[in-house]
């Protein structure tokens, strides 16, 4: 019988990113703003991710993004990749963030089953735009 090596040429697929793991350790915009405009927070039941979303307008635009939260590495990587994205774009293109974009930006393997851990921050921000407009 041969003995396999599979030393150095053989490789297991990286369950998470780079640039997810980066933003899980080192998330970007992770606190709390004073007095913002949009406030919501989100629970996963199934993973027990908890996260709420900050934002403050100026001109109509994001001026700055917080968010706080006791969330999987999915959830917290997602929320701080969305905080990035958002900062700075206009309140109408806030809700046309698809899905499939943060999931990409992930730039991981997301299971069907973990999805919806990375799609928690986008349920905040659309509720939360949902409120902030329903009371203007």
């Known amino acids: 019988m041969k003995n396999f090596n599979l030393g150095h040429h053989w490789k297991m697929p990286a369950l998470y990113s780079d640039t997810l793991l980066d933003h899980f350790r080192h998330p970007r915009n992770y606190r709390s703003l004073d007095a913002p405009d949009i406030s919501n927070e989100q629970f996963n039941p199934l993973c027990g991710d908890r996260i709420r979303l900050e934002l403050k307008f100026e ?4 001026n700055e993004v917080g968010f706080k939260g006791d969330a999987c590495a ?3 990587a997602a929320t701080s990749l969305l905080t990035e994205l958002i900062l700075g774009k206009e309140i109408e293109q806030l809700a046309n963030i698809p899905d499939e974009r943060l999931i ?5 393997d997301i299971q069907p089953a973990r999805v919806q851990c990375a799609l928690l921050p986008l349920q905040a921000l659309r509720a939360g735009l949902k409120d ?5």
């Open 74 to 76: 999915i959830c917290t």
């Open 104 to 108: 990409a930006a992930l730039e991981s």
């Open 59 to 62: 001109n109509a635009k994001v």
């Open 132 to 136: 902030y407009q329903s009371e203007l």
